[in-house]
């Protein structure tokens, strides 16, 4: 619902060519009915003296224009009937009201009957004359004939009069109305111009002043402003809102500004829309990066305009920005390069292009962040140039930038060696991996794996070698390739491996615990184990290990969480562990040297907890 509104006012006087208005007019004299029925130019409102049948009296037919024809007159405030004072003498009349006449148009029926030197040839003329002789003019005209609206003496010539007719017209009526002196007086009158008057200014105006409402729009939620991504290019905000019905509707105007605004005048006009049914906005300027952008839209009308209309609240858009500080620097075939995409706005998305034949995509995050680290190796040589843009959480894009250009070489291979464990007990094996090296071309294949461990160098092993070290040390690895090339790691390359040396220190359980033992398997060559690097994923042999096994304990409620927590410690530490068992039976004890590779809580009951822990043995002993 509109609540604001202006006041328009249309008069009608161009009676050349307009129908609208005062549509007939003329005047009845006693005195001349047989010669002379109205005027060309002026209607007469006089008495000559106190015989009642001498008056003049000025008869006015007005039409009312259809609503069609002012379609933006939303309600009609006041309706007036303008009349120029063509000649008054000092004797003017004390006050000429305005009446309304029966619905009988025959006043107003022409013919070709003449009469006198008069300017009429109505062939109704003797019923108007009869009217204009009668002592009782009211009985003649509407039977609730008393005066609308009078207008007191004094009137001078020149000035206008106004006759407000607002209770008794409406859109799409014709009335007929008489003008007459509201008291007998001698010799008192006026007479005002016609719509013959030959200066079209002097005619009499028909003055509509109606209530002009802006367009209704943007009053619920389903017509409210606004924005989202453009889906055809996500760089671009694109503007929705309701449809306007007015009848009078002229425009939306969209405006934009970089602060906070509440009126148009305040924003900058960036589109005008004239069709109604298009209530749509893409803004295709070149906007600026980490900048907000308000909008606002109005729906005019020919008569609210600017701050005058109906407009929508504020809504903001704003892109992300993308930063990046890569180096354009050469990388060798195979080698994993990286580029890391800043911004200032939360994202949830990021895309590169590495400029090779893998064809860009999107890498997605659960949340929002402000930093993608993004990953690639190349196979192929030859300069790269790297482009990347960022996703805010709202779905707008940053700009695709270039980041960087890679070039890359095709020369040297990439050895990558992998050890597990990294820490490990005197004896105890280790699994080296370097299945994951790089050949210099995508045509070469590695021929040869030597690693370098106990202080030489183990020639062709393969890509997996199990070797037991006997001290820390750092351990390399060296590959060759069937089109004759060759890498070495050199040293702080390889992989660094601990060795423990010293007897296991010994787990001892609750005064009230209960520990019992079960072999699980034994390991083997085929044994294999998934397992995540730094590079990926590995799905080759962990390690050799010897045997596993299970031990299952009882603590009573109050010794429980003291077996857990070393329990807890000593997996989370791997510490060379001693773990005793007495099989009372036997009268023996069973001793297990090794590492708690996982436990777990199997059940608890109000008085005892059950849990139990893998054990990996190297060293298993009786006493």
Not at 135 to 162: F, M, Y
Not at 322 to 327: G, I, L, N, R, V
């Amino acid at each position: 619902m509109a609540y604001k509104f202006k006041l328009v006012t249309v008069d009608y006087q161009d009676y050349d060519s307009d129908l609208i208005g005062v549509s007939k007019d003329s005047w009845v004299n006693k005195d001349m009915r047989t010669s002379n029925y109205g005027h060309s130019s002026l209607l007469a409102v006089n008495e000559y003296d106190t015989d009642p049948y001498s008056r003049e009296m000025a008869i006015i037919e007005v039409t009312m224009p259809y609503s069609r024809d002012l379609p933006e007159a939303d309600e009609i405030q006041q309706i007036l009937l303008r009349l120029r004072v063509q000649t008054a003498g000092s004797a003017t009349p004390t006050g000429v009201g305005i009446f309304p006449l029966s619905e009988d148009d025959s006043l107003w029926q022409e013919g070709t009957q003449t009469g006198g030197a008069g300017y009429c040839n109505w062939d109704k003329r003797d019923d108007a004359l009869i009217w204009a002789n009668s002592t009782d003019h009211d009985s003649l005209a509407a039977e609730d004939a008393v005066a609308i609206e009078s207008v007191q003496a004094g009137p001078t010539i020149g000035s206008w009069v106004e006759f407000d007719l607002t209770k008794v017209l409406g859109f799409g009526q014709k009335k007929s109305f008489y003008l007459r002196n509201l008291v007998d007086l001698q010799n008192k009158g006026v007479s005002f111009s016609s719509r013959e008057n030959a200066t079209p200014s002097y005619r009499p105006v028909l003055r509509i002043i109606y209530r002009d409402y802006p367009p209704e729009a943007f009053i619920d939620e389903d017509s409210f402003l606004t924005i989202k991504p453009n889906p055809d290019n996500p760089e671009q905000p694109r503007l929705d809102w309701g449809k306007v019905s007015d009848a009078g509707f002229t425009a939306y105007k969209v405006y934009r500004k970089t602060t906070p605004f509440t009126v148009p005048s305040s924003a900058t006009l960036i589109a005008t829309i004239t069709d109604p049914s298009t209530n749509f906005y893409i803004d295709t300027s070149a906007l600026s990066e980490n900048q907000n952008y308000y909008y606002m839209v109005t729906a005019e009308d020919n008569e609210n305009t600017g701050d005058d209309a109906t407009y929508s609240g504020v809504v903001t858009f704003i892109r992300p920005d993308c930063t990046h500080s890569e180096a354009t620097e050469n990388v060798d075939v195979g080698e994993l390069v990286s580029i890391t995409l800043n911004s200032t706005i939360p994202c949830k998305r990021a895309y590169v292009e590495w400029g090779d034949a893998v064809d860009g995509y999107w890498i997605e995050s659960d949340i929002e962040k402000t930093s993608f680290t993004i990953y690639h190796r190349y196979s192929e040589t030859g300069a790269k140039v790297i482009k990347g843009r960022l996703e805010s959480s709202d779905g707008y894009w940053s700009d695709l930038d270039t980041v960087c250009t890679k070039t890359v070489d095709d020369t040297t291979p990439e050895a990558i060696l992998i050890v597990r464990p990294l820490e490990v007990v005197s004896g105890e094996s280790v699994r080296c991996i370097g299945a994951k090296s790089q050949p210099v071309a995508s045509d070469a294949l590695i021929s040869q794996y030597d690693y370098y461990v106990n202080g030489s160098w183990h020639i062709d092993e393969g890509p997996v070698f199990d070797v037991v070290p006997t001290s820390s040390q750092e351990i390399r690895l060296r590959i060759f390739t069937d089109t004759g090339e060759t890498y070495t790691q050199g040293v702080g390359e390889g992989e660094d491996v601990t060795v423990i040396s010293g007897d296991p220190t010994l787990l001892e359980f609750g005064p009230n615990t209960t520990v019992s033992m079960r072999e699980e398997s034994r390991a083997s060559d085929a044994e294999e184990l998934s397992i995540m690097d730094g590079v990926g994923e590995i799905d080759l042999p962990y390690a050799i290990r010897n045997r596993v096994y299970t031990i299952n304990g009882l603590s009573a409620r109050q010794d429980f969480k003291d077996d857990i927590d070393k329990i807890r410690e000593r997996q989370e530490t791997q510490e060379y562990t001693r773990i005793e068992i007495i099989d009372e039976k036997d009268g023996i004890t069973v001793r297990l040297d090794g590492r708690i590779t996982g436990y777990r809580i199997t059940q608890t009951t109000r008085n005892y907890v059950t849990w139990s822990f893998g054990f990996r043995v190297f060293e298993r002993s009786e006493v």
